[in-house]
């Protein structure tokens, strides 16, 4: 099956090459040669930020995104997962907070567009034990020197270790960018769409029938993960996710275009507006169904039917649709924007229809183009709507010194924001609740250190919260306060992150460091993760090479539970998680634009005990073998 699927991506991918193929308008490129992306906010703020694609060989082994981003997950490749490290909310408006599966999406805001001078594909693919593939297929190419378009294709299929964890996900997006022969209008694009069949077990009917495998002597142990009992042992206890999305960015400039040289004798147009405005419009869609037959065993999680006590379907469905008008002016002196943003939403769910919509209006301040310093301060305010009232204000100043010395960069948030919607109402077979909660406040202070020049960053960061609103032991939403209104919760955090070289080895190391003031915030104290290699050309220099093993740990916790049913992680205080270390085995090689990596994933399975739990009742994969390619086309 995965050599089938990936046979038909590359088929594919040379048909495109085939049909889309162009002639090229750069005469010349200089290799090596790497592509350039931007984001969509590019198009509207000075800060220049075109990025280069990464071509680098380390970290290639790291392809899981729970791990390259610090969070746990209920045991199988495209399950739910929840940050390790506290974070709060960045986004302002309507937010329905069903946020446990979005490391697997494609999304619209996040979409790359790409300005590259030759046709630009890369080819991930990883293949592991327990019918593990993903897929991810990435083209880009410039049908002239003013327009380029591109899509991706992502694909997850895998069994699990364990009984009833099968995942099947599929991300599409397609995307397109215009700029006119004189800079003045352009035009971005996209579209998405993801579908994600998931099926839930519910954890562990018992825990100790996998930890007391670690008692028992090696030689007659015959362990079965599958084998192990599930709370949900019917495999049509299944979520079903879906959604897709239209995206549409114009931009009017009516300042000057500035060029810049890359060498001496090629000039960069310079994409970004200096004077003008932009209209963007952003339509999405998503449905949410949970469709589980009811067993004796259920009741752990679920003590009420409220309208089926046979079988449960629950669907849920919301539309958004956003309109943002924005002026930009950018001087040597001042930089400044100001916007105004609606949006209209529609929810739907078995009891009720509801729409209501949010008018925000914000801009920015900056001053930038300095050699020594940099600052912005762009507040947000919703008029009128649903969440009237709500704010986030954000400063920022960041401190240049010379290259030894690094840069220092200071940062402050201020945010009114009112609940998510699931946290004020919900309707399905198993849960009600139409609660009324007042809006959180969050004051925040981050100060953050790097350079570049000796690979070390480090931060310290305090949040003030007042209004938390959290998923309580019986896995319903509670807002922290008493009768005298809010009690307030404080987080203060730092990290350290450190890339070490001695002669041929290396040393990649970065710790977080996390203290809640209150138990209703569970987040472990310390989290770390470390690679430790050893990397070496060979074959005068033709195949790069290198061999190590990365180590993840984190600190003993009451560890956040999973509920299947509202897909959110909720307060328990019986069991907890932590305190085991996780140790992988990798060896990476390059040769020319394909990177190849061969890892074992969990090494020390079995044989440091068997607590190796991310979320409590959900172990995760023991001792797995994972082959992946990262290949890189031009042409």
């Known amino acids: 099956m995965f050599f089938r699927n990936f046979t038909l991506l590359v088929f594919i991918f040379s048909v495109s090459k085939s049909a889309f193929a162009v002639a090229d308008s750069t005469k010349t490129i200089e290799k090596p040669y790497a592509p350039r992306y931007f984001y969509d906010y590019s198009f509207d703020t000075s800060s220049k930020n075109i990025l280069i694609v990464d071509t680098l060989l380390t970290g290639v082994q790291q392809y899981n995104p729970i791990y390259k981003n610090f969070y746990s997950n209920t045991g199988n490749l495209g399950l739910a997962h929840q940050s390790f490290i506290f974070k709060t909310p960045t986004t302002l408006g ?121 008692t028992i002597p090696r030689n007659v142990q015959r362990f079965d993960s599958r084998a192990l009992q599930v709370n949900f042992d019917d495999a049509n206890n299944v979520n079903i996710r879906k959604s897709k999305s239209f995206f549409v960015k114009q931009f009017f400039n009516f300042g000057k275009v500035d060029s810049a040289r890359i060498n001496d004798t090629i000039y960069q147009k310079d994409y970004f507006a200096k004077r003008g405005f932009s209209h963007s419009f952003f339509y999405e869609e998503k449905s949410f169904i949970y469709n589980a037959p009811v067993r004796s065993n259920n009741e752990k999680f679920y003590s009420y039917y409220f309208m089926n006590p046979v079988k449960t379907f629950d669907s849920t469905h919301y539309s958004t649709v956003e309109n943002e008008i924005r002026w930009s002016n950018y001087n040597s002196k001042f930089l400044y924007s100001a916007f105004v943003k609606h949006q209209f939403i529609k929810t739907h769910n078995s009891l009720k229809d509801s729409a209501f919509d949010n008018v925000l209006v914000g801009g920015e301040l900056k001053k930038g183009n300095q050699e020594n310093y940099y600052w912005n301060f762009s507040p947000t305010y919703i008029v009128s709507g649903m969440n009237k009232g709500d704010h986030n204000i954000t400063g920022n100043l960041k401190l240049f010194f010379n290259p030894k010395i690094g840069d220092i960069n200071f940062t402050g948030i201020w945010q009114k924001r009112s609940p998510d919607f699931i946290q004020k109402n919900y309707f399905s077979n198993h849960y009600i609740w139409n609660n009324k909660f007042d809006a959180v406040v969050i004051t925040s202070g981050k ?154 994933d969990h090494l020390n399975a079995g044989l440091m005990g068997n607590t190796y739990y991310m979320v409590p009742h959900y172990p995760i994969a023991g001792r797995a073998l994972k082959l992946g390619v990262s290949w890189i086309f031009f042409n």
């Open 447 to 600: 100060m953050e250190y790097n350079n570049e020049k000796i690979k070390f960053k480090t931060g310290t960061s305090i949040s003030k919260i007042d209004y938390y609103i959290y998923f309580n032991e019986n896995a319903t939403p509670a807002q922290l306060r008493d009768k005298d209104g809010s009690i307030p919760i404080s987080v203060t955090s730092a990290w350290l992150q450190k890339d070490l070289k001695v002669g041929k080895w290396n040393l990649n190391s970065i710790l977080f460091y996390q203290k809640a003031g209150d138990t209703i915030i569970r987040v472990p104290q310390f989290v770390m993760r470390n690679s430790f290699f050893f990397e070496s050309y060979l074959f005068k220099k033709a195949l790069l090479l290198q061999v190590g093993t990365d180590f993840f740990y984190f600190t003993e916790y009451f560890g956040n539970a999973y509920n299947p049913a509202t897909s959110q992680f909720y307060l328990q205080n019986e069991k907890k998680i932590g305190n085991y270390p996780f140790l992988d085995f990798f060896l990476n090689i390059k040769v020319k634009q394909a990177r190849i990596f061969f890892k074992t």
């Open 94 to 214: 309507f937010d329905y907070g069903m946020h446990s599966f979005d490391l697997y999406e494609q999304n619209s805001k996040q979409i790359k567009y790409f300005d590259t001078k030759m046709p630009y594909t890369r080819i991930n693919a990883t293949l592991g034990s327990k019918i593990e593939q993903f897929v991810q297929l990435e083209h880009n190419q410039n049908i002239n020197k003013n327009w380029g378009f591109g899509f991706n294709i992502d694909k997850i299929r895998s069994e699990g270790f364990y009984k009833n964890q099968k995942t099947k996900t599929t991300g599409l997006s397609f995307h397109t960018n215009y700029i006119s022969p004189k800079k003045k209008y352009g035009i971005l694009a996209n579209t998405t769409y993801n579908k994600m069949e998931l099926n839930e077990n519910g954890g562990l009917l018992n825990d100790t029938a996998l930890e007391r495998f670690s």
